[in-house]
């Protein structure tokens, strides 16, 4: 399959799950978005895979509150996770949330790779630094993947990036490439594209 006739396919909603044990079992391929709340993370799925209205996107922190998948062409499965860091819910849920992605990420052998978004304009936070020293602990191959690359000029996008890289020898698990995208512009689509696609070779 060639990467063009991959994407025509729209990928198609499987179900929410609220908690992990209630995913089925499988062995399918898997990759995962995750990012702090209101990072962009659903605008940047449905600008993906060319789908307006696959992830629900919402302007209140904290929407996403399940794990949520989707099925490209019965080759790979797209998980959508919820956020962490600051969300508008109960502290209960909220640790709730993040007791569920953290066992979803540990414990999901099939899982091929983690997109970790940042927002560009306000570069790694501490809980950012604490999901990557997680998954380096639980060697989940993870990509930082820069988010709303529009709202910045070039030099300060560049020092983001290079403030990454810089920090890129403290975790083993982090993928070299540093992915600079906007949902808005259409800007680092295709680079992610060709990433998910090589996953699945």
């Known amino acids: 399959m060639k990467i063009k006739e991959f994407y025509k396919v729209k990928p198609t909603f499987v179900a929410s799950f609220p908690t992990v044990m209630q995913i089925p079992a499988s062995s399918q391929r898997e990759i995962a978005f995750i990012g702090r709340s209101n990072v962009g993370k659903s605008s940047l799925i449905n600008a993906i895979f060319s789908s307006p209205n696959l992830a629900k996107t919402s302007a209140t922190p904290g929407r996403t509150q399940m794990l949520n998948f989707f099925n490209m062409q019965d080759v790979l499965m797209i998980v ?5 860091g600051f969300a508008k819910a109960p502290a209960e849920i909220v640790k709730n949330w993040n007791e569920n992605v953290n066992t979803y990420l540990r414990g999901r052998v ?8 940042i927002d560009v304009r306000q570069g790694v936070k501490q809980v950012d630094l604490d999901m990557m020293k997680m998954l380096d602990a639980s060697a989940v191959n993870y990509q930082i993947t820069l988010t709303k690359l529009d709202k910045v000029s070039a ?3 560049e020092k983001v990036k290079s403030d990454i890289a810089n920090i890129y020898p403290d ?3 982090m993928h070299p490439t540093i992915l600079l995208t906007s949902s808005e512009k259409g800007t680092g689509l295709d680079d992610i594209r060709g990433e998910i696609f090589d996953l699945i070779k």
């Open 80 to 84: 959508d996770l919820p956020g962490y």
């Open 155 to 157: 030099s300060a996008a």
């Open 110 to 117: 099939q899982l091929r790779r983690v997109f970790l978004l």
């Open 171 to 173: 975790h083993p698990a």
